[in-house]
């Protein structure tokens, strides 16, 4: 399957629309949002800052943000310490500008600068945070069940006594799960949670086998881990594991 936009540009294809004309022409809005005005400013501000545009509320958007959006990424640049009370790009701004990520975990790289033995740790916190939950919840695995049963791929059972067997398993699964969750959090924060949970398995011996034991999305965890190694080495410190842990 292709979206619309590909389907005979990229490939031969059609494009099959799953619902009908009148619910297009009657329900669907005319235009997407723009994005600039269903997303938060605080990068895009710093950046005009950066680039010495003074009146943010009085440029000329294509697709003009709300005014109070704008306010609100200039509040909380300014509580990053980002921008003076002027609403000028400070020091820490100008710093917090040479790092290819969101103004509050630019601020989290800058401040570990001075402990490099944080750094990683910091990098990691950012990378588990960024993208995709590299965990399974217990939530995905009953949908993902759900699923199975409304589209009919679940495996057959031939006789009342299997699924007498089989049920006891899933409910063993679902308790592992939530066994597994309890394991790594930290009461004080989510963020150290995931740390937990990924310097394990950066330090696991089999890591594929520590994925299906605690409910690990493998491709995920392991992308986690290069991105902050890379990062690591492109703050030019050595790329060093997490020994922290």
């Given at each position: ?59 000329p ?32 701004g ?39 939950s ?7 695995l ?12 679940e ?22 799960c939530r ?27 089999a ?39």
């Amino acid at each position: 399957m292709q979206r619309q936009g590909r389907a005979g540009r990229v490939a031969p294809g059609h494009c099959y629309r799953l619902y009908s004309a009148a619910v297009f022409q009657q329900q669907f809005p005319e235009f997407d949002v723009p994005e600039i005005c269903r997303t938060p400013l605080e990068d895009t501000v710093l950046l005009m800052k950066h680039m010495n545009i003074a009146n943010i509320e009085s440029f000329p958007f294509p697709s003009p943000p709300e005014k109070g959006s704008i306010l609100a990424a200039l509040s909380m640049l300014k509580a990053l310490g980002a921008l003076n009370d002027r609403n000028e790009i400070s020091a820490l701004g100008e710093e917090m500008m040479k790092y290819p990520v969101g103004v509050r975990y630019a601020k989290m790289v800058v401040l570990a600068q001075d402990r490099l033995e944080v750094l990683p740790l910091v990098v990691g916190i950012i990378s588990a945070l960024t993208g995709r939950s590299p965990i399974i919840r217990p939530e995905e695995l009953l949908n993902r069940r759900l699923g199975e049963e409304e589209t009919g791929q679940e495996k057959d059972i031939s006789s009342e006594e299997e699924e007498k067997n089989q049920e006891p398993k899933e409910d063993e699964e679902l308790k592992r799960c939530r066994a597994s969750l309890n394991m790594w959090r930290d009461a004080s924060s989510d963020a150290l949670s995931l740390l937990r949970l990924l310097g394990a398995y950066l330090h696991a011996d089999a890591p594929s086998y520590f994925c299906q034991q605690y409910f690990l999305r493998e491709k995920v965890g392991r992308g986690r881990i290069v991105s902050s190694r890379r990062f690591v080495r492109w703050l030019n410190y050595e790329d060093r594991s997490f020994a922290s842990f």
